[in-house]
């Protein structure tokens, strides 16, 4: 075994000219775009990759090989040397810095995308820029659109795009003619940008031209079981630290809390005691039993405790901005987080009241996890403001944007920053919105595609179906769905017309499907919706003594028109929920709806 440290240049050679392959057993790779981004500003800044491992060929271990995802050669190619740890690293490497192609990689929400990737310039060589923001990912066309496709927010189409831009294209970085052709496409434009290059060059590209990779070398003699024991070990021996944990072992470690108080401080035990007490109250932030911990994560508490930490050294001027990434929580000062620990779990049961408020009483109902975070924040730097009409109001205008909008999937942190910063504002009297309510948008044939719970819109029509003042079939006399009422008669989405009958009456499938037949009803309820409405209502209305007319009203609760229902008229019900159920989100969101030309149910 040897260990040598060959410049990336080097290695993304060698794998391009498919000289390093992968033994056939390799999973595929699989990284997504936003860690690509992450790899590349890791390398931009010369910090350690981390080591990885070969084994020379020709030697007792024999394996197939086949090469990196995305690098092509003749099949009869032999290689020097099989990868077996360092395959996700190396692969998004050389189709990011040395392939002449996009990256087919996945976005946030595991759709398929093909990515090329770019650098800032200016955000580069800014020493208090955060590089993993100066990396930049653009579409296979290289335009990036906003608005539904509708305006071009950046085009580089074409090398004078890019250098008007300044956005340097990371493909060219180890083709010295190439760098040397854009550089002078660049410098041409203004005298300025000589001093912005040399910058660049001496700051980044210099980084990495000059990285080096750790590489441990098993020379040809190991044998089969040998090789095959140490792929497992590096591949799935365990679960990689996760921040949580790392931020556990630091402040265990922590000598002048040790020394005040005689004992190490158990994050662990601190973040049940406090996770445990907030889901006695608020079922919809999760539970802990039996080992499990599901809903809110020690993660999302971190998080909003750095939120407000970031919040608080902006407004003192000691911090440039507002942060929760995985290195701002790693740099959490012990005692910081004692401080802020007690306030931020106060605001988090504040945050469970928020949400019930809205008719949202469980984990499984809740749209959005994540949303809570930057809620909690706010709520611990409001203070008691936070419970002020006016501020509820925006609070939960804010809210409703970011469910029925559909913002808070994906990668959220710099959504999480955003929010906090120009909430906080808006609601001491800045007039501008924050982005999440000016950017949110709900298309009107939306109605027709929510059908299941993975989406937050369907949770959220179900919620808002409740808190605009549902009362339930079944069980009539309650005047209202509360938490205890929904937690305890089971309440769930329930089909209004049954499926078999809707495509047994020639309507698609699809519309049987969609929220809009769809309503929050108790399990009693949904025992006797069975058969054709007409005669499931008269069922439900005898069982609870109840005239028809007072019964029509009872329907009318959740947004049904009785008529439509009692005769069957399935056609006549869509259309009209349908429009009654976009006039609900257009109320709660305060703004309209899009809607294509002429468009209806």
Not at 118 to 138: F, G, N, Q, T
Not at 516 to 526: E, F, G, I, R
């Amino acid at each position: 075994m040897a260990l040598d440290s060959p410049k990336l240049r080097e290695l993304l050679k060698n794998v391009a000219a498919a000289k390093i392959q992968l033994p056939d057993f390799q999973r595929e790779w699989k990284w997504d775009d936003e860690r690509i981004r992450a790899l590349i500003a890791t390398v931009t800044l010369d910090y350690p990759l981390g080591v990885v491992m070969t084994l020379e060929t020709g030697g007792a271990a024999q394996f197939r090989a086949r090469t990196l995802a995305g690098v092509e050669s003749d099949p009869g190619v032999v290689p020097d040397l099989l990868l077996l740890d360092g395959q996700q690293r190396l692969t998004s490497l050389v189709q990011a810095l040395y392939l002449d192609r996009p990256v087919a990689t996945v976005d946030a929400r595991d759709r398929k995308v093909e990515r090329w990737y770019y650098l800032d310039i200016d955000k580069a060589i800014d020493p208090e820029a955060d590089r993993d923001d100066a990396v930049v990912s653009m579409p296979a066309d290289r335009v990036l659109r906003a608005d539904f496709a509708r305006r071009v927010r950046l085009d580089l189409s074409t090398r004078e795009n890019e250098c008007r831009a300044g956005y340097f294209p990371l493909h060219l970085v180890f083709d010295n003619d190439a760098v040397s052709a854009w550089q002078k496409s660049f410098v041409r434009l203004a005298d300025e940008n000589w001093e912005r290059w040399a910058a660049f060059d001496t700051r980044v590209l210099n980084n990495i031209h000059g990285c080096l990779i750790p590489m441990i070398r098993l020379d040809s003699t190991t044998p089969n079981e040998a090789v095959c024991s140490v792929f497992e070990r590096v591949n799935t021996g365990g679960v990689a630290l996760n921040v949580f944990e790392l931020l556990t072992a630091t402040y265990a470690g922590d000598r002048k809390h040790a020394e005040e108080y005689g004992t190490e401080y158990g994050l662990p035990e601190v973040w049940r005691g406090t996770k445990e007490k907030l889901v006695s109250q608020y079922p919809v932030l999760g539970q802990v039993e039996s080992g499990r911990d599901e809903g809110l994560t020690n993660v999302d508490f971190l998080q909003a405790v750095s939120l407000v930490l970031s919040f608080e050294r902006k407004q003192a001027g000691k911090a440039n901005s507002i942060a929760c990434k995985r290195r701002d929580l790693l740099a959490l000062p012990l005692a910081e987080f004692r401080r802020l620990e007690p306030v931020v779990a106060e605001a988090f049961a504040w945050v469970g009241g928020f949400v019930g408020s809205q008719a949202i009483f469980t984990i499984r109902d809740l749209p959005y996890r994540t949303q809570l975070v930057p809620l909690a924040a706010v709520r611990t730097l409001l203070g008691d403001k936070a419970d002020e009409p006016d501020t509820v109001d925006r609070l939960t205008r804010w809210f409703w944007c970011g469910v029925l909008g559909e913002m808070y999937g994906g990668s959220v942190e710099s959504r999480f920053t955003r929010d906090v910063e120009q909430l906080v504002a808006w609601v001491n009297g800045d007039p501008a919105e924050p982005d999440t309510v000016v950017e949110a948008a709900f298309l009107a044939e939306r109605l027709n595609t929510v059908t299941t719970r993975n989406s937050a819109a369907y949770k959220g029509l179900q919620a808002l179906i409740i808190k605009q003042g549902a009362v339930d079939w079944g069980h009539p006399e309650e005047q209202q769905m509360t938490g205890s009422f929904v937690i305890d008669k089971s309440v769930a989405i329930r089909q209004v017309f049954p499926a078999s009958w809707v495509t047994r009456n020639g309507h698609p499938k699809a519309r049987a499907d969609s929220i809009v037949n769809k309503t929050p009803m108790s399990h009693l309820a949904s025992r006797r919706m069975t058969g054709t409405p007409s005669t499931y209502v008269g069922v439900l209305a005898r069982e609870a003594g109840t005239p028809d007319e007072w019964f029509d009203d009872i329907l009318t609760t959740h947004l049904v028109d009785p008529v439509a229902l009692r005769s069957d008229d399935f056609a006549a019900f869509y259309a009209d929920r349908f429009e009654r159920l976009l006039t609900l989100v257009e109320a709660t969101m305060g703004k309209p709806v899009i809607r294509r030309s002429g468009e209806t149910a």
